[in-house]
């Protein structure tokens, strides 16, 4: 089995940063992507940003310029740097991750979701 625990979600005022953190576990002999997505309330989930194993990333138009993401591949873990934060930017944001694991079976897996409000 393969699991992401996130944290780092909570309440912070416009103009406020956050980091999120998203980490992999389980049985996992590679990650090829992770990212975060995040779903506000009456929309549907989009994808903010996401990593490939080998660096490269993108982000949606919304978040380009405030949000940075990075990985420790020795780690598993994903980290979402949100600055600037919008009270826009209020959703659950969700970790994901598509993974290979030792009994080479290539799985999508999601986090739990973490709530991020942005409000004065």
């Known amino acids: 089995q393969v699991q992401l625990v996130e944290s780092g979600g909570g309440l912070v005022q416009p103009g406020g940063s956050l980091r999120l953190s998203c980490a992999a576990s389980g049985s996992i002999f590679s990650i090829n992507a992770m990212g975060w997505y995040r779903q506000a309330p009456g929309k549907e989930r989009e994808l903010v940003s996401a990593?490939?194993?080998?660096?490269?990333?993108n982000f949606a138009d919304s978040v380009k310029g405030r949000f940075t993401i990075s990985r420790d591949n020795a780690k598993n873990t994903v980290y979402l740097q949100m600055n600037s934060l919008k009270p826009e930017d209020t959703a659950v944001y969700y970790c994901?991750?598509?993974?290979?694991?030792?009994?080479?079976?290539?799985?999508?897996?999601w986090g739990q979701g973490t709530l991020v409000t942005v409000s004065s």
């Open positions: 994901n991750a598509r993974i290979r694991t030792y009994e080479d079976r290539f799985l999508e897996v």
């Open positions: 990593i490939i194993r080998g660096g490269s990333t």
